[in-house]
């Protein structure tokens, strides 16, 4: 009998793009970032990443990798077993990953942080929130264990309030009659959360106002 493969989930962001933000959880839109496009050394440093990253979660026992491409990757370079998942706009859970890498590295060549940087602050409960410890949440919350976070993010306590706070050129649009919203503010909004997948969607939630900002 087969046994199952043991998968490994790589998302490839950076300090400068957000996986979560724009265009759903997949490819970032490049008026964000033209300058991944345009260079291609900047590919061939986030492929060599990946491949860093895949031969250290070998040697810990997996043995399948999917590479969720939020910033893009030279396809010639990557190791081979990887299989890259593109332009989707969820996870892909169904595949059963044992554990996420989260692939965050900054870029010298590219300019400064752009519509992420549009959100000044999360907190959840009396605790400060990052996109990325926000996701090791929602991934743990499913069993998912994130690998190579620095510090582990620990587990929510639910329900909690949830505040996201903008730069003051955002100003919210109808942010009082979106579902689960308790208060709003020109430049804030908080919810309750009961469970962890909803920190992913009102994270989105966000990002679809910043959008609507057109900066």
Do not use: C
Not at 36 to 48: C, N, W
Not at 174 to 192: E, K, L, M, Q
């Amino acid at each position: 009998m087969k046994s199952k493969p043991k998968r490994l989930l790589i998302i490839t962001d950076n300090r400068y793009v957000s996986a979560v933000l724009f265009h759903g959880l997949g490819l970032p839109p490049w008026r964000d970032l033209s300058a991944a496009q345009a260079d291609p050394g900047l590919r061939r440093a986030m492929t060599d990443s990946v491949n860093r990253a895949i031969r250290k979660a070998r040697r810990a026992g997996f043995n399948a990798f999917d590479v969720h491409e939020a910033f893009p990757v030279d396809f010639m370079r990557l190791d081979p077993a990887a299989e890259i998942i593109r332009n989707a706009d969820y996870f892909l859970l169904e595949r059963h990953y044992r554990a996420v890498w989260f692939l965050r590295r900054g870029f010298k060549r590219l300019p400064g942080r752009t519509r992420l940087a549009l959100i000044k602050s999360m907190r959840l409960g009396r605790a400060a929130l990052t996109e990325t410890a926000l996701l090791a949440l929602y991934f743990q919350s499913r069993g998912i264990k994130p690998l190579n976070m620095a510090r582990r993010a620990s587990p929510a306590r639910l329900p909690a309030e949830f505040t996201i706070n903008f730069d003051p050129r955002v100003t919210l649009k109808n942010a009082d009659g979106y579902p689960g919203i308790i208060r709003s503010a020109p430049h804030a909004f908080t919810v309750r959360i009961t469970q962890a997948d909803q920190l992913l969607e009102f994270y989105r939630y966000a990002g679809l106002q910043i959008i609507n900002a057109n900066l």
